[in-house]
């Protein structure tokens, strides 16, 4: 559906900061749309149902100019109208300015114009929901000829309005009477703030821009002798609190969630920057809490190497780089364990491209080199390799692909082969498949389903994103990136020693995600789980 007003630059919904507009009575399912015309349209949304669009339920009075940025408060109306009236809603303008819109509510007998939200009652009389400019709040140019455009807005429950615009400034109004209290520098350059997000308690405010830092503004404490005096509470000023500086370019996005523990629940800042990192803070404890940064790296290596044929396999968008390593010097010393950098053009071998309209998630290569797994979102691909040496160097590879049945093409979210010709395949379903692999056929040995019964669904809804096998093929384990029960399991497989597919343990929950595993021990050593966390911190469990 068309929103009859030209481009949206902003949406906000009425359920704002976890609080829903009903108040414990029937949610209404409003949001509020800024259009390039000037006008903010509010929409109830739809059942959810197949061929159903939200509603047109009211058109503000148009502002002149595109509307940049939207803050909605809810109203303390009486009538089970979803939290629309008496609802105070603010627009951010290109033309430099702040318009406050109220929500009015009166009774009719009759038909009332295009425009309202209707409500029906049990006198046969409607409730007419009006919308009014009563409010116009300038900001400062600095004496630019070009209009300052306020990106972003916040309101509090107490009245106050918190605007970031394209000077560079974080500045705190007074919503019930257009007044500027306070003003903030974001940055030193003058840069535009982009984003801001605001405490549950209402007590600090968050912002980013053209800038890598995030800066953190507090109200000031009452103080104890004004605590306990409710007639004549003094007014909280804003601080500049701190500033985190953890990524290197514009922070586009600020949001504020809740994490579940075990001590209860924490409330956390999650920052988004142009540098592809995500940074989490402790809402709570902004200034001395260390931030934590998801890095742009992929949470599955791209990397598998046989060390049989030392080649290197590197997974890429739509295709498989294969590289040659150099053999390893015959002098074992501590300085030949240092990492040396090599010409990528001399080590290329060749590029297997798959012809897919997904990108490929996963690949390996057999410790023999005999073999290349590789799956995109759709199937599970598998190639025979044939490398051509002379004089003890990799010159060539000859890959031939193995038809496979449909039960053996899942597509896949991990992989691995073991010492016995075994791929082991974790399906994007969730069961973890064992195929026998040959030049000439692939069979269905074995399914794991153990692992996906009896989980929370926090847990259950994590893909298995690593696999490993131990030195002596008798083990299996399998890891998510979750934190709850059912995270990490291993399970038993059969050896030429004997054995059988079996679900053996499941690793205890913990507090932190967790982001790897390995097996440590070699040959006769007994097996040792070792399992990495998201806190830098790991565990090593005995199996036997």
Not at 75 to 102: C, E
Not at 449 to 459: D, F, N, Y
Not at 465 to 487: I, N
Request: aromatic share 8%.
């Amino acid at each position: 559906m068309g929103s009859g007003g030209g481009g949206v630059f902003c949406l906000a919904s009425l359920c704002s900061r976890g609080k829903c507009c009903c108040s414990g009575g029937k949610c209404g399912g409003y949001f509020a749309a800024g259009c390039e015309d000037g006008s903010v349209r509010i929409y109830r949304a739809s059942s959810g149902e197949e061929g159903s669009f939200p509603e047109l339920v009211s058109t503000l009075p148009s502002a002149g100019n595109a509307i940049l940025s939207i803050a909605w408060v809810t109203g303390q109306s009486s009538n089970d109208d979803g939290g629309m009236g008496g609802s105070v809603l603010f627009a951010g303008v290109a033309d430099g300015t702040i318009r406050r819109y109220d929500c009015n509510t009166s009774r009719v007998l009759g038909a009332i114009s295009t425009g309202s939200v209707l409500n029906s009652s049990k006198d046969s009389t409607s409730v007419s929901y009006r919308w009014n400019s009563t409010l116009r709040m300038t900001v400062e140019n600095r004496g630019l000829q070009e209009a300052t455009k306020v990106w972003a807005l916040a309101a509090l429950s107490d009245g106050t309005v918190v605007s970031g615009d394209s000077l560079g400034h974080v500045q705190i109004w007074d919503g019930m009477s257009g007044t500027m209290t306070q003003t903030f520098d974001h940055n030193e350059s003058g840069a535009d703030v982009l984003c801001l997000a605001v405490s549950d308690d209402e007590n600090k405010i968050f912002a980013g821009g053209i800038d890598p830092r995030v800066q953190c503004i507090q109200r000031q404490c009452l103080p104890p002798s004004s605590s306990n005096n409710q007639e004549s509470s003094p007014v909280r000023k804003w601080i500049n609190a701190q500033a985190n500086r953890k990524h290197t370019h514009d922070v586009k996005a600020l949001a504020i969630c809740h994490k579940a523990t075990s001590q209860g629940s924490n409330e956390l800042l999650v920052s988004g920057s142009v540098d592809t990192r995500i940074c989490m803070y402790s809402a709570g404890d902004f200034r001395s809490s260390r931030p934590k940064i998801w890095y742009n790296w992929p949470s599955v290596s791209p990397v598998s190497i046989s060390r049989k044929q030392r080649v290197l396999a590197v997974t890429r968008d739509d295709r498989v780089d294969l590289y040659r390593l150099e053999a390893p010097p015959s002098v074992n010393s501590v300085t030949n364990m240092r990492p040396e950098a090599r010409d990528e053009t001399k080590c290329f071998l060749k590029s297997l491209h798959i012809k897919s309209s997904f990108n490929l998630v996963c690949s390996t290569i057999s410790d023999d080199g005999a073999f290349l797994a590789v799956s995109d979102a759709s199937s599970l691909y598998l190639f025979s390799l044939e490398f051509d040496d002379e004089n003890g160097v990799i010159d060539d590879v000859r890959p031939s692909k193995i038809n496979l049945s449909g039960k053996c093409k899942q597509p896949c979210t991990a992989l691995r082969f073991d010492a016995l010709g075994r791929l082991i395949c974790a399906t994007v379903d969730g069961p973890i498949i064992s195929l026998q692999v040959s030049p000439y056929e692939v069979s269905l040995e074995h399914v794991f389903k153990e692992h996906t019964s009896g989980l929370s669904a926090s847990s259950h809804h994590f893909p298995v994103s690593s696999l490993d096998v131990s030195v002596d093929g008798k083990w299996l384990a399998a890891g998510r990136f979750a934190s709850g029960k059912g995270a990490v399991h291993v399970f038993t497989l059969p050896t030429k020693e004997g054995g059988q597919y079996q679900h053996w343990w499941s690793v205890p929950e913990m507090e932190v995600p967790t982001t790897s595993i390995k097996f440590l021990g070699r040959g006769g050593a007994e097996s040792s789980l070792c399992v990495g966390y998201s806190s830098n911190a790991f565990n090593i469990f005995n199996l036997e």
